[in-house]
Every structure is written in structure tokens, then in C-alpha cells.
């Protein structure tokens, strides 16, 4: 079975910064392309970043310059650092992952698998 688990979220002031992580267990982690997504209230899931197995990234543009994905697969642990936050990047943040490579492609529906979510708020 496929877990995928986030931690590090919280609540910081504008302009700090958090490293979320997003564990993995129950499959091949290296053979998926993963995200990270968030959601705030009343809005749609919206990608925020993605990364391939060979390492290639893709950020939306909101957080270009401020965030960071990374991934250790020996430790198959999904990473998201993110500086300067801003309290528009208040938001449930979620990892997911898919079977195939990611081609900037940030549509919620190609990912087969996602965490339950670890909640960010930035305070002004």
C-alpha cells in the first residue's frame, strides 16, 4: 500500500521560512515523478512544484525564486524549503506522486497518490 506522509508545516510570520517533507513507503519511489500541491479555503488544488527522477524541476510561478523541491530517494523523502513566505502561500500543502515523467504538467488528476496534507499559514 502507497503512504505518502507530510510533516514540517506550520505557522510562520511574513518573510520566514519552512521545509516540509513528504515520506514515502509501500512502492518504488524512484520510479514516480512527485509534487508538491497546496489548497486554500474556497480555492482549487494548485501545483507548486515538481520533480523527475532525473532530477529536472518545474515551479509555478508564484513561488519561482522562493521555493525549493528537492528529493533523497535513498531515504525516499520529498522535500519542499520555502523562503520569503508570503501570506498568499497560506494554504493546506499536499505531496503527491505519478507513474510518469512530469512535464510541467500541474493538472491534480495525473497524480495517483497523495498525503493528507500539512497545513501552512503565513501571518502578515
Known amino acids: 500500500q502507497v503512504q505518502l506522509v507530510e510533516s514540517g508545516g506550520g505557522s510562520v510570520q511574513t518573510g520566514g521560512s519552512l521545509r516540509l517533507s513528504c515520506a514515502a513507503s509501500g512502492y518504488t519511489y524512484s520510479s514516480y515523478c512527485m509534487g508538491w500541491f497546496r489548497q486554500a479555503p474556497g480555492n482549487e488544488r494548485e501545483g507548486v512544484a515538481l520533480?523527475?527522477?532525473?532530477?529536472?524541476?518545474t515551479y509555478t510561478d508564484s513561488v519561482k525564486g522562493r521555493f525549493t523541491i528537492s528529493q533523497d530517494n535513498a531515504k525516499k523523502t520529498l522535500y519542499l524549503q520555502m523562503h520569503s513566505l508570503k501570506p498568499e502561500d497560506t494554504a493546506m500543502y499536499y505531496c503527491?506522486?505519478?507513474?510518469?515523467?512530469?512535464?510541467?504538467?500541474?493538472?491534480?488528476?495525473?497524480?495517483?497518490?497523495w498525503g493528507q496534507g500539512t497545513q501552512v499559514t503565513v501571518s502578515s
Open positions: 503527491a506522486a505519478r507513474g510518469a515523467y512530469c512535464y510541467a504538467d500541474f493538472r491534480p488528476a495525473l497524480f495517483a497518490r
Open positions: 520533480i523527475n527522477l532525473d532530477g529536472s524541476t
